[in-house]
């Protein structure tokens, strides 16, 4: 773990939390891909109406240190193949870096718009298209700068049988609320991928706002 994230390097031995948790697996299937063969499996929230897609491949084992990233949903990005950010190029890049390693889990969640919606992500696109960068859109339309949690997507992981997980991620928010809710962080592996020049200013205040973890010229 590096230490600019300030986390604890805790020799705690993880096992499932707990509490009860509040999520519960409903389907599984075989899902095979472009990039290779997975399983995909949902999840649904026991006190919202949210939902997870996990997509898994090899076995899990709370030994064994694992690739793991939590990919919040960007329909824009990861469908429509938008440059506005790098959101469908780090989801694949993750599924390609599983499929490599022969083990991991990406949990995929239902929080468009770093929390806001796919309708309001809309409004702040258009807010940004005169001006504003993605943090200011969601202050001027009301909303938190980052309404995201990540607590169920870790109760998924530690039901997928997980402990030990190396995480794909430039968030320091994901690594710590992971960390927190009892996971042990191995390594973050960073997911940085090329980007087209509309992503430009999006990435830029990411770092300097967001703080996340990107090398990013000025």
């Known amino acids: 773990m590096e230490n600019a994230l300030n986390l604890s390097d805790n020799n705690h031995n993880c096992s499932m939390i707990e509490h009860h948790l509040t999520v519960e ?5 075989n899902l ?8 995909i499996i949902g999840y649904r929230s026991l006190i919202s109406d949210e939902e997870f ?6 076995d899990m084992r709370a030994n064994v240190p694992t690739l793991v990233r939590i990919h919040s949903q960007c329909l824009t990005g990861d469908v429509f193949g938008s440059i506005k950010c790098d959101c469908g190029p780090q989801l694949h890049k993750a599924m390609e870096l ?20 796919i309708i309001n992500k809309i409004r702040a696109y258009a807010l940004q298209d005169e ?6 859109a969601n202050e001027k339309l009301g909303f938190a700068i980052d309404a995201r949690l990540y607590q169920q997507c870790a109760e998924i992981l530690f039901d ?16 710590r609320a992971l960390e ?21 200013h999006y990435l830029k205040t990411k770092k300097e706002k967001l703080g996340h973890l990107l090398n990013v010229s000025e």
């Open 131 to 136: 001006g504003a960068d993605t943090v200011e």
């Open 98 to 117: 599983i499929e490599t390693e022969g083990r991991g889990a990406i949990v995929y969640q239902q929080q468009e718009g770093r929390g806001i919606g």
């Open 160 to 175: 997928l049988g997980l402990c030990k997980v190396r995480v794909m991620s430039n968030n320091p928010d994901k690594l």
């Open 53 to 58: 897609v996990v997509l898994t491949k090899g």
């Open 32 to 39: 095979p891909t472009q990039i290779g063969k997975f399983k």
């Open 25 to 29: 697996k409903i389907a599984e299937a």
């Open 180 to 200: 927190e809710a009892g996971l042990k962080i191995i390594e973050r592996v960073p997911i940085e991928v090329e980007s087209e020049q509309p992503a430009a």
